[in-house]
């Protein structure tokens, strides 16, 4: 069965220092790995890929995240958080072949000022 | 730059009615999803819809959901007989040809069940 798992339901950081949104996964082969990113009353919103090669992803936004096989996680970073990151982050990732992306609990970040 | 839109955006219903959920996908994506929300936490599969065929469905699609694409831009959620526990956001999502296509979200509507 496919999995995905964010361990933290809240990181809370403040402006200007970097953050790390954790995501571990368990889907068989060499899925497709996104995230996404949801403001209040809004759907979710496209951030980045990861699909092959490098392991670090750059997205939109100045985030990045970093992609690790051997522990089959995909963390999510950024160098110096901004008040307006705060938003809930979905980790997602995709099987190979398959039609569906599933989604993880979701991680709410807080960015204080 | 081109928006999955759902109509509407707030439907109260009351249990044991029936409720269509439409949706405009971006008109050059191939696959349709719905996806659920229940009070701004976990998002759950619940169907994609690929060559005017259901793809893949979760346990929670049972026969009381069903999706039609009744014309070349419409994607629809119907629920025949909504429960309580139906009550959620309702998301629809589209991406075009490609394995590691993201996924496009429409702004959701939120099905009260009273």
């Known amino acids: 069965a496919q999995s995905v798992a964010q361990p933290e339901d809240q990181v809370n950081v403040a402006e200007g220092n970097p953050l790390t949104v954790k995501c571990t996964y368990s889907?068989?082969?060499?899925?497709?790995l996104f995230w996404y990113v949801q403001y209040p009353n809004r759907g979710l919103q496209f951030l980045l890929k990861?699909?092959?090669?490098?392991?670090l992803v750059k997205g939109s936004y100045g985030f990045e995240a970093e992609f690790n096989k051997s522990q089959t996680s995909f963390h999510l970073k950024k160098p110096s958080a901004l008040v307006s990151d705060s938003a809930l982050y979905f980790c997602a990732p995709r099987g190979t072949g398959g039609f569906k992306t599933i989604f993880g609990a979701g991680t709410r970040l807080f960015v204080k000022a | 730059e081109p928006e999955v839109t759902q109509t509407p955006s707030h439907q109260v219903t009351q249990m044991g009615q029936e409720v269509i959920l439409r949706c405009v996908p971006i008109?050059?994506?191939?696959?349709f999803y719905w996806y659920r929300q229940i009070l701004g936490q976990k998002v759950e599969f619940l169907v994609s819809f690929y060559n005017n065929e259901i793809s893949e469905k979760s346990e929670i699609f049972d026969d009381q959901f069903s999706v039609e694409r009744p014309d070349g831009s419409n994607f629809t959620l119907k629920i025949r007989s909504t429960k309580l526990e139906d009550s959620a956001m309702y998301f629809c999502?589209?991406?075009?040809?490609?394995?590691?296509?993201?996924?496009?979200f429409g702004n959701g509507t939120r099905l009260t069940v009273t």
């Open positions: 999502a589209s991406r075009e040809q490609g394995e590691n296509s993201p996924l496009h």
């Open positions: 008109s050059n994506h191939l696959y």
């Open positions: 990861y699909i092959t090669g490098d392991n």
């Open positions: 889907v068989s082969g060499n899925p497709y």
